[in-house]
């Protein structure tokens, strides 16, 4: 594989990775579509291996002459695309921060699954109500994909989950777990009634019941919500859900974050 050094931080060759961010990104082809950033060895594979076609590559030259670079190198020997290589100092100049493990990779965006044929295959599934934080939604992504939810749907307002925090935070877990997001207008609790599923909000409320209530059990096809980071789920949402859940807190701790709530749902809901 040819490497191309890269020792201007400004190198308009490389723009993808130092000068845009990612809603530039987003509409880097438009209107034909757009590209996302894939950090670390592991999330990159994991993307390759889900069909993502890469863009570039652009690596760390200490991270290339290591074994682990070498077997990384050697797995994205056959793709005909530039390779770039940096010293870390210049990689660190053009991000602004240590890049984890030494490789990043721009990869094209692919059109969205509608939501309707998505939910027709699938009976176990979180919704996130504009979840904001890319960190929250990368962290939801691992624990929904390691404790047994299906798929991941999302609102317009959500973060993106191939935000490149997103996508290092869920360990490539975005690549790996079905998931699409809801029209900005779409009635998407009438659509999830549609399609068969037993709804549960989770929110502070006092008509909630434990989430390890048996009524929360033995749905055939069963969808967990899960809302904003500042105010939780909408109240239309609410009176549309057919159960509020709550996590019985202690301590005088009245909620968690919602990245580890989600992990305490999955657990109770979808992997017992």
Same mark, same amino acid.
């Given at each position: 594989?040819?490497?191309?050094?890269?020792?201007?931080?400004?190198?308009p060759?490389v723009?993808?990775?130092?000068?845009?961010?990612?809603t530039?990104?987003?509409?880097?082809?438009?209107p034909?579509?757009?590209?996302?950033?894939?950090?670390?060895?592991?999330?990159?594979?994991?993307?390759?291996?889900k069909?993502?076609v890469?863009?570039?590559?652009?690596?760390?030259?200490?991270?290339?002459?290591?074994?682990?670079?070498?077997?990384f190198?050697?797995?994205?020997?056959?793709?005909?695309?530039?390779?770039?290589?940096?010293?870390?100092?210049?990689?660190?100049?053009?991000?602004?921060?240590?890049i984890?493990?030494?490789?990043?990779? =721009? *990869?094209?965006?692919? &059109?969205?699954?509608?939501?309707?044929?998505? /939910? #027709?295959?699938?009976?176990?599934? %979180? !919704?996130?109500?504009?979840v904001?934080?890319?960190?929250?939604?990368?962290?939801?992504?691992?624990?929904?994909?390691?404790?047994?939810?299906?798929?991941?749907?999302?609102?317009?307002?959500?973060?993106?989950?191939?935000?490149?925090?997103?996508?290092?935070?869920?360990?490539?877990?975005?690549?790996?777990?079905?998931?699409?997001?809801?029209?900005?207008?779409?009635?998407?609790?009438?659509?999830?009634?549609?399609?068969?599923?037993?709804t549960?909000?989770? =929110? *502070?409320?006092?008509? &909630?019941?434990?989430?390890?209530?048996p009524? /929360? #059990?033995?749905?055939?096809?069963l %969808? !967990?919500?899960?809302?904003?980071?500042?105010?939780?789920?909408?109240?239309?949402?609410?009176?549309?859900?057919?159960?509020?859940?709550?996590?019985?807190?202690?301590?005088?701790?009245?909620?968690?974050?919602?990245?580890?709530?989600?992990?305490?749902?999955?657990?109770?809901?979808?992997?017992?």
């Open positions: 594989m040819d490497f191309i050094k890269i020792s201007d931080t400004h190198d060759r723009e993808m990775f130092t000068e845009l961010n990612e530039q990104l987003l509409h880097y082809y438009e034909d579509g757009g590209v996302f950033v894939a950090e670390s060895p592991m999330v990159i594979k994991r993307a390759l291996e069909g993502y890469p863009v570039s590559f652009f690596l760390e030259e200490k991270f290339v002459d290591g074994e682990e670079g070498n077997e190198v050697d797995s994205i020997s056959h793709y005909d695309v530039p390779t770039y290589v940096a010293p870390r100092v210049t990689m660190n100049d053009i991000t602004g921060y240590n984890t493990r030494g490789a990043l990779c =721009a *990869l094209m965006r692919r &059109a969205p699954e509608p939501a309707e044929a998505l /939910l #027709k295959r699938v009976k176990k599934i %979180a !919704v996130l109500e504009d904001m934080n890319p960190t929250n939604v990368g962290a939801i992504f691992r624990s929904a994909a390691a404790l047994g939810a299906e798929a991941v749907l999302l609102t317009a307002a959500s973060a993106d989950p191939l935000y490149r925090r997103a996508a290092r935070v869920s360990m490539g877990t975005v690549f790996t777990l079905p998931h699409t997001y809801f029209g900005k207008t779409e009635d998407y609790m009438a659509l999830l009634k549609s399609c068969g599923f037993t549960v909000s989770l =929110a *502070l409320r006092d008509d &909630a019941v434990p989430l390890s209530d009524c /929360l #059990k033995h749905h055939d096809r %969808a !967990v919500i899960f809302g904003t980071e500042s105010t939780g789920i909408k109240d239309d949402t609410l009176s549309k859900s057919d159960y509020t859940a709550i996590i019985p807190m202690q301590n005088g701790v009245d909620s968690l974050n919602v990245a580890a709530a989600s992990a305490v749902t999955f657990f109770e809901l979808f992997s017992k």
